[in-house]
C-alpha cells in the first residue's frame, strides 16, 4: 500500500550541482506534481504532467526540470543548483483533478 | 492572479471547537480543498467543496460561500493530535490547466 514514494528524503548539494528527485505512484494516477513549500508561502507548484510524455509549467518552474515517461514515474531535475532551491520539495498524483494524494516529501539543502 | 489568505496561526484548547477561514480571490472557482498536515509530514486530504454549503465529515466541516469567496473548516471536540497546519486549496480553471494554488497554511496548537 505504498501511495506515491519520494527518493531520497534528505539530501544536501553544493552550489552548481545536479540531482534528480524520484517520484513513483502505484494508484495509475494520470496526473502528477511537483510543488515546493518554503515557510509562510505553502505550496507551490513547480511543474506538473497529465499523462505520460506531457509535461507542462506550474507557479516557479525556472531552474528545475522534469520528466514523465512511464506513468508511474516524474523526475524534478536540478541542473545547477542554487541556495535559493532550498526547500522541501513534494510529489503529488491524483486520478483526474480530484483529491491528489502527496509523498513524504524530500528535504533539499544546497549550500 | 491568485490570492488565497489563511491566519498564520491559531491556538484553542483541547476539547474546544476551532473554526479555521480562508478567503480567495481568483479569476475563476471550479472547487476548494481542505488538507491537513503534521510538521514534517505529507499534506492528507480533510474535505473538497465545490457547491455553496457545509460539508459535514465526522468532527471536521467545511463549508463555502461561492459569491464571498469565502471557506471555513470547522473542528469540533478537539483534540491533541489536531495539532497541524491545515492548508486551503483552490482550483481554478484559469489557472496553470486547473491546477490547485494553495493558501499559506494555518498552523494549529492544541492546549490541553
Known amino acids: 500500500n505504498a501511495g506515491v514514494t519520494q527518493t531520497p528524503k534528505f539530501r544536501v548539494l553544493k552550489t552548481g550541482q545536479s540531482m534528480t528527485l524520484l517520484c513513483a505512484q502505484d494508484m495509475n494516477h494520470e496526473y502528477m506534481y511537483w510543488y515546493r513549500q518554503d515557510p509562510g508561502m505553502g505550496l507551490r507548484l513547480i511543474h506538473y504532467s497529465v499523462g505520460e510524455g506531457t509535461t507542462a509549467k506550474g507557479e516557479v518552474p525556472d531552474g528545475y526540470n522534469v520528466s514523465r515517461l512511464k506513468k508511474q514515474n516524474f523526475l524534478l531535475g536540478l541542473e545547477s543548483a542554487a541556495p535559493s532551491q532550498t526547500s522541501v520539495y513534494f510529489c503529488?498524483?491524483?486520478?483526474?483533478?480530484?483529491?491528489?494524494?502527496f509523498g513524504q516529501g524530500t528535504r533539499l539543502t544546497v549550500v | 492572479g491568485q490570492n488565497i489568505d489563511q491566519p498564520t496561526e491559531m491556538t484553542a484548547t483541547e476539547g474546544a471547537i476551532v473554526q479555521i477561514n480562508c478567503t480567495y480571490q481568483?479569476?475563476?472557482?471550479?472547487?476548494l480543498f481542505w488538507y491537513q498536515q503534521h510538521a514534517g509530514e505529507a499534506p492528507t486530504f480533510l474535505s473538497y467543496?465545490?457547491?455553496?454549503g457545509l460539508e459535514e465529515k465526522g468532527r471536521f466541516s467545511s463549508f463555502l460561500s461561492r459569491s464571498k469567496g469565502y471557506s471555513y473548516l470547522l473542528l469540533k471536540e478537539l483534540q491533541m493530535k489536531d495539532s497541524a497546519s491545515y492548508l486551503c486549496a483552490v482550483r481554478d480553471p484559469n489557472n496553470a490547466g486547473n491546477m490547485l494554488t494553495f493558501g499559506g497554511g494555518t498552523r494549529l496548537m492544541v492546549k490541553p
Open positions: 467543496n465545490v457547491l455553496d
Open positions: 503529488a498524483s491524483s486520478r483526474g483533478q480530484g483529491i491528489s494524494f
Open positions: 481568483t479569476s475563476g472557482f471550479n472547487g
